[in-house]
């Protein structure tokens, strides 16, 4: 299926850069008329996985961080976040709650955290390749128009 609208936004993997990927995927998906609780969704699952990207993909550096946002039919809202860092060694075992391969402070809740707020996750990841997270998110939504009316 064709998205009835998209976006791109590249991003250097700065957690400075976390706020600005959530508000300007908000400020797109804002055009589906979501309510409250539908756009702190969408930017909690997006800050999620942004912030995963920074931290884990590029530990000792700097990369960038390729985002895509659709809108489809009925309210479907994509986001495909996307890095080149170090890859996932085990996808299944990254996806478990409180799984981290950091310790300290952090919690291992990042996917967790997105699936809760999101209808669909996918997660695919290669080793020395980078890792990809699609998020779904089923706005209750009026619908998105083309743009052309």
Known sequence: ???????????????????????????????????????????????????????HAYPESVGIIYIWAGIYENGV???????????????????EPLFTTLGGERAGLGFAVMESFCDKIKVSSNIGKGTTVILEKHFITRGASDGRD
Not at 77 to 95: E, L, R, S, T, Y
């Open 77 to 95: 809202f994509k986001v495909k976040i996307k890095d080149k860092g170090c890859g996932i060694q085990n996808v299944k075992q990254a996806m």
């Open 1 to 55: 299926m064709k998205p009835i609208n998209q976006m791109k936004l590249q991003i250097e993997s700065r957690s400075v850069n976390e706020a600005f990927s959530r508000a300007t995927v908000a400020a797109f998906a804002a055009q589906l008329d979501p309510n409250i609780e539908e756009i702190s969704d969408i930017k909690t699952a997006v800050s999620e996985a942004v912030t995963n990207c920074i931290v």
